[in-house]
């Protein structure tokens, strides 16, 4: 069955980085694009990137636009997403997800990201 396994959450000081990672079986991997979204304490979900099938094109919200980095490696079936400059305001939960035309239809359990000095 198709699953989505995130990892490479933690506890990270303002500034830090963190790399995350999303580990995919049941599909072909490389037939789709992929995103990443989060969901902060008390708020809704907020898409925050997302990358072509190819990994040829990415996306990112405003809010992490120069800071993220969303990559994948087909052979591997994995997705990541680097995170640098940490601020307070990223602690959220971060999903990785399946895109399918019109929307997402498999997501992973999430990883905790938490940013507090």
């Known amino acids: 069955q198709v699953q989505l396994v995130e990892s490479g959450g933690g506890l990270v000081q303002p500034g830090g980085s963190l790399r995350l990672s999303c580990a995919v079986s049941?599909?072909?991997?490389?037939?789709?694009?992929m995103m990443w979204a989060r969901q902060a304490p008390g708020k809704g979900l907020e898409w925050v990137s997302g990358?072509?099938?190819?990994?040829?094109?990415?996306g990112y919200a405003d809010s992490v636009k120069g800071r993220f980095t969303t990559s994948r490696d087909n052979a591997q079936s994995s997705l990541y997403l680097q995170i640098n400059n940490l601020k307070p305001e990223d602690t959220a939960v971060y999903y990785c997800?399946?895109?399918?035309?019109?929307?997402?239809?498999?997501w992973g359990q999430g990883t905790q990201v938490t940013i507090s000095s």
């Open positions: 990358i072509s099938a190819s990994g040829a094109n990415t």
């Open positions: 049941g599909f072909t991997y490389g037939a789709y694009a």
């Open positions: 997800a399946r895109g399918i035309l019109g929307g997402y239809d498999y």
